[in-house]
């Protein structure tokens, strides 16, 4: 963001033919810690900050992979600049550049959903593909989120898998374990929830927008991609994604679950479950498979 834009209004800066080392920085003051807690106020986590006077930035650099899911060489980097002051004194940049810098609580928020936008147009056909046959993926981490990812070569042309996939849900059902669907349609209503009792507005179209029992539709590119966001009660952001692609005469259907964890609880919810998963987005998918299978043979 500003950055960007004073490396461009820097081809337009006089200077004489002489070099100038400016200081550029943020509209806000502001220290690691209140960074970390505007961060997790926006995040929705609740988080607290212990003071270790013990220990260095360095040795705290070497357990960071451990709480975060960053590359451990990114993180030591990052932990050892908490060595230097970042704070500008030179105000140059103000009579320089006709910017005014954003402040940390923008800028955090612009970041978020900076990640939110570029997070909704990734194909996961692309971003797990490992070159050869297509592969399913299970408990891979993109960042913090977590994602299930599993597919399926279908004897059947993508017109008539995508149809299937356009389906679910409703009096259709979800292709598998639907009394499972239920039950948790009835925890959500518990808590407070919307349940499944929604159904769908059409039994075999959707539109962004459009409930989907506990589901929402976030985005559908017809005959290729439907992506749903969850609506349910869950400590964090799900989605539920379905890509189909030809592939040797027939097609090959990806199905992406993607959980984005709320704190500790979010991390706990995700590998509770887990087991169940492997049961009931396993069925989903072979049962997405033989419908679609049976609809082309009508």
Not at 92 to 109: E, K, M, N, Q
Not at 206 to 233: F, H, N, Y
Not at 235 to 243: M, N, S, T
């Amino acid at each position: 963001g500003d950055v960007l834009a004073y490396l461009r209004a820097s081809l337009n800066v006089e200077t004489d033919g002489k070099s100038l080392t400016i200081e550029i920085g943020g509209a806000d003051q502001v220290s690691y810690g209140e960074l970390m807690h505007e961060y997790a106020r926006q995040r929705g986590l609740r988080r607290w900050m212990i003071p270790v006077p013990f220990l260095t930035p360095r040795l705290s650099s070497l357990w960071l992979g451990l709480v975060t899911p960053l590359y451990a060489r990114v993180g030591r980097k990052l932990v050892d600049s908490l060595r230097h002051s970042t704070v500008v004194r030179d105000p140059s940049a103000f009579r320089l550049f006709p910017i005014r810098p954003i402040g940390v609580r923008d800028a955090i928020a612009s970041a978020l959903r900076n990640e939110d936008a570029g997070f909704a147009q990734t194909r996961w056909s692309d971003a797990l593909s490992a070159g050869g046959a297509p592969r399913s993926w299970g408990g891979a981490r993109f960042g913090n989120r977590l994602v299930d990812s599993r597919v399926v070569n279908v004897d059947a042309a993508p017109s008539d898998v995508f149809a299937a996939v356009e389906s679910i849900g409703g009096d259709t059902g979800w292709y598998y374990g639907n009394w499972l669907w239920s039950v948790r349609g009835w925890i959500d209503l518990l808590i407070g929830g919307v349940g499944i009792r929604r159904g769908r507005r059409d039994p075999r179209h959707v539109l962004v927008g459009d409930a989907l029992d506990c589901w929402r539709v976030e985005s559908i590119q017809p005959g290729t991609r439907l992506r749903l966001s969850a609506e349910m009660k869950l400590p964090g952001r799900a989605w539920l994604e379905f890509e189909v692609l030809p592939h040797n005469g027939g097609s090959t259907l990806r199905q992406t679950a993607t959980f984005d964890p709320l704190g500790l609880w979010g991390l706990a919810y995700w590998y509770g479950i887990w087991p169940l998963h492997q049961f009931v987005f396993a069925g989903m998918l072979r049962g997405i498979a033989r419908a679609a299978v049976a609809d082309s043979r009508k």
